[in-house]
């Protein structure tokens, strides 16, 4: 059995087994179905130890956080509204990052949220890159 889930980086529905670049991703049959943040601190796929690195790189953190909880320790990390699976594609706003954490992939406070920061940390100065350019206790 498989979910579906929306991948707000590839503006499609997927239905797959696994988390990412899985070989049997298919065209989901229900669109508008999307998989609910687990109810316990639990991994909902089972191959999550694989992308633990990823667990705070966008744009992979989005389903990460949600599929993975507890190898990404984000066992307290949850939505405040309701409706935060429809505001999927409004991840890039602020305020919808904070009231939808998890769905926006935005837990564990001080992250990056690009996978080259290391490669460019001798240029801090993209907000992208908080946690390698410590700006964690900066208002970015």
Do not use: W
């Amino acid at each position: 059995m498989c979910s579906c889930y929306t991948l707000p980086f590839m503006k499609a529905v997927l239905c797959t087994s696994s988390i990412i670049n899985s070989p049997n991703v298919t065209k989901c049959a229900h669109q508008s179905q999307v998989t609910p943040a687990p109810s316990g601190c639990e991994d909902t796929a089972t191959d999550c130890a694989m992308y633990e690195s990823y667990c705070f790189i966008q744009p992979y953190s989005r389903i990460l956080q949600r599929r993975c909880k507890k190898t990404c320790n984000l066992c307290d990390c949850e939505d405040i509204d309701t409706n935060c699976a429809s505001q999927m594609n409004n991840c890039d706003s602020e305020d919808v990052r904070t009231i939808c954490q998890l769905t926006c992939g935005d837990c564990g406070g001080c992250s990056d949220n690009a996978s080259n920061c290391a490669l460019m940390s001798h240029l801090c100065n993209d907000a992208r890159c908080k946690k390698t350019c410590n700006f964690c206790a900066l208002k970015i």
